[in-house]
């Protein structure tokens, strides 16, 4: 038993060790124009700040572009060819509304709302606003994460073994 115990304390702490090192993983989602001609596909989603929000179409039988209502992001003059990316940067979280601007009156129009997200670790150490609250968040979850990993093997090794002498 004393083993089992020292073999559970082990993974728990290597996990730990794993957790610090794991960043969160940022997405690209793509928004083009669907076979109307006169609508984003999909016209609304739901990302997380660091997210990449990309707006690519091609041989349209119409030029588009996406301007976002305040300038926040704009793919400049309409086109049939498009491939134009905005990255949400981590203190952007929030709803952001967009339109094509030949068709903004026939309804091409379509929103974002952009979730607040962890930044990776790398990130926050070039952060010179705040770094220690934020990181200190990090490594608390990455730790509990740790310890809970470390309670689930200590219960499925305690089983196992029982099943043993069973
Ligand atoms: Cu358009």
Do not use: K
């Amino acid at each position: 038993m004393r083993r089992l115990l020292c073999f559970a304390l082990i993974l728990c702490l290597l996990q730990g060790n794993l957790g610090l090192e794991m960043e969160q993983e940022t997405e690209t989602h793509v928004v083009t124009v669907d076979s109307t001609n006169l609508r984003f596909t999909p016209s609304t989603l739901t990302i997380n700040e660091g997210d990449t929000l990309r707006f690519v179409w091609g041989g349209q039988a119409l030029p588009h572009n996406s301007v976002e209502e305040n300038g926040v992001f704009d793919s400049g003059d309409a086109n049939r060819n498009v491939d134009y990316g905005h990255v949400f940067d981590y203190d952007s979280a929030g709803t952001y509304s967009f339109f094509c601007e030949p068709h903004q009156a026939v309804g091409m129009t379509g929103s974002v709302t952009v979730v607040d997200a962890e930044a990776p670790i790398d990130e926050e150490q070039n952060n010179t606003i705040g770094t220690s609250t934020n990181e200190g968040e990090a490594t608390s979850n990455n730790v509990q994460l740790g310890l809970a990993v470390g309670m689930i093997a200590l219960l499925g090794a305690a089983l196992w073994r029982a099943r043993i002498y069973d």
